[in-house]
């Protein structure tokens, strides 16, 4: 049976009546996991099985944000803080090799919690170049100012995860980094010439075009499209995400109910499907939201489903992994940055 554009999220630790009817009768591609679906360990996994029990697909793809840093969904007591990016970046200056190494290693580490869990992809890496006077939602998530130092800790991420038996998501092309607003809350804009962009912003993007999953940037970039975000915009989802950065995989929007979006829920779920979106991303949890969403989006076929079916594909099996050696050998990493 074909499944619906879209990934939800739920409201609680364990499906409602109506959650489960809902989700059988409208079959998401995915979910999506936030802290509010998050207590002990056994809890998440009997969440994380009944979610695929609903749609009858034993991988059905369950995301989450687990980064490190600020934006980790899981955390103490029952799973360990990791870094943020900006601690790989500062290792990298220091050696590269060892910037590479941490990021490998702490992406690798969250792969093996995620996978004891049932949980299969990661919203990770962030590709985004922050620079200065923008907007702290990026921040120290970031790996640094240099686009092609940026491009080569989020491979050296991306291949922790894959080694781990998780997909990534490369995020949130063609980039956030210049934003001056939090696009959780409203609408950022930026008038930096294409030029600029594509040989900072879009370049730390190209090298990872062959990752099998992305998500879209609520950002306006007005020397391209002044009237629309890229989650919304065909020119910028055409020329730059699909042209210029050459990015062929599954693109997901950005959280659909976030309020850099203009229009009611089902207005915005329309035009990031018209605008090229292979998948809607929704992520409150508000029952009569996912009900828009999933009326606004249609059965996945053609593109985007052979996009959603070289992306699950792709996944491999997790290698041999010492999970102890790994954890103090990142250990003994980031005590080089606390003593450079």
């Not at 590479?100 to 170049?129: E, F, K, M, N």
């Not at 995860?161 to 490369?170: A, F, K």
């Amino acid at each position: 049976m074909s499944s619906r554009a879209f990934i939800t999220g739920v409201s609680g630790l364990e499906l409602s009546a109506t959650e489960r009817e809902f989700i059988r009768g409208m079959r998401p591609w995915g979910f999506i996991l936030f802290k509010r679906n998050i207590e002990t360990p056994d809890q998440v996994s009997d969440l994380v099985e009944e979610l695929r029990d609903c749609v009858g697909e034993a991988d059905a793809p369950v995301l989450i944000d687990q980064e490190g840093g600020r934006v980790a969904r899981l955390g103490p007591p029952h799973w360990p803080v990791y870094p943020p990016g900006a601690v790989f970046g500062a290792l990298y200056d220091l050696e590269p090799a060892l910037g590479l190494q941490a990021a490998r290693l702490s992406s690798r580490l969250i792969a093996a919690d995620l996978l004891d869990l049932g949980i299969t992809v990661d919203c990770l890496p962030l590709a985004d170049v922050p620079v200065a006077g923008a907007d702290a939602v990026i921040g120290n998530r970031a790996y640094g100012t240099e686009p092609a130092k940026v491009a080569a800790i989020a491979r050296a991420v991306t291949g922790g995860l894959e080694q781990g038996g998780v997909l990534p998501v490369l995020k949130h092309i063609p980039g956030h980094g210049r934003a001056t607003a939090d696009s959780h809350f409203r609408l950022p804009t930026v008038d930096t010439s294409k030029e600029e962009l594509e040989r900072t912003d879009f370049a730390a993007f190209q090298p990872l075009a062959d990752l099998p999953m992305a998500m879209t940037a609520h950002v306006v970039f007005s020397a391209l499209d002044p009237a629309q975000p890229a989650t919304t915009s065909a020119t910028i989802i055409r020329q730059v995400i699909r042209g210029a950065i050459g990015f062929q995989g599954l693109l997901m929007s950005d959280d659909v109910s976030m309020n850099a979006l203009a229009g009611s829920i089902a207005e915005r779920t329309r035009a990031i499907v018209n605008a090229g979106c292979d998948m809607v991303l929704h992520c409150n949890g508000k029952l009569d939201e996912m009900r828009d969403v999933a009326r606004e989006t249609p059965e996945l076929a053609g593109e985007a489903l052979e996009r959603a079916k070289r992306a699950l594909a792709s996944r491999k099996q997790p290698e041999p992994f010492d999970r102890q050696a790994a954890r103090a050998e990142l250990e003994a990493l980031m005590d080089r940055v606390g003593t450079a």
